[in-house]
């Protein structure tokens, strides 16, 4: 059962990786798809992410007493910015362990995924604005709450492994954990609209941030990835 009442504490590092560029077409719903990322550009985001982590890890050397998890979403997007990091980090003395967890996943839009934004009709989004938090997206994809939920339990996870880690993930996710951590928002029971969802911070694709208290989420309107 979902216990938390307030902003999450944070215990270690957690930084949210966002996949690099996908080669995807412009205005293409891709949610769940199995895109592969720009190669170019996933190297480009590694190394900016290199250099966070030595930067984080000279600063603060006392929080550095476990190899750093890179974990990541399974789709492939994300599995190949886990891999560009590993292999640049260990180099540098950094170790690392490798995993992929399925709730690092965007959220899956159902029939929607692989169409067009703009073939999505106007009675659909109405649907979906009408009950933004409980409508299924495509007919059988999953549901806002389904997503911020899932994330939940893995932020909560975090806060008892007490290990740097770095999120390798996707839109949807970071806007769920910036929601989490600003707000201790409880899926059970909370609320929220379109506007305010669109309002919570998701990195552009290979952009990272670090979840601290004293960096809050500021506002990115963009909802979709």
Partial sequence: MHQQTGPLPLSSPLWLLRHA???????????????????????????????AVLDHRSAQPDVWHA?????????????????????????????????????LAEIHFGTWENRPWSDI????????????????????????????????????????????TIWITHAGVMRATALLWQTGFDPLRDTLTAAQWAGLEAASPGGYRLMAPSVPPNPLMNARE
């Fill in 21 to 51: 560029r996908p080669c995807i077409a412009p205005g293409i719903c891709y949610g769940q798809h199995n895109v592969e990322a720009d190669p170019s550009h996933t190297e480009e985001a590694a190394l900016a992410m290199v250099q």
């Fill in 67 to 103: 190899p750093l998890r890179l974990m990541a979403s399974p789709l492939g997007r994300c599995r190949q910015l886990q891999e560009a990091l590993a292999t640049r980090l260990q180099p540098l003395g950094i170790p690392v362990t490798c995993s992929c967890d399925a709730r």
């Fill in 121 to 164: 009709t106007p009675q659909e989004w109405a649907l979906w604005m009408a009950s933004f938090m409980d409508f299924r997206l495509g007919g059988k994809g999953e549901t806002v709450r389904e997503l911020i939920s899932r994330v939940s339990e893995l932020a909560m996870a975090h806060q008892r492994c007490r290990i740097p």
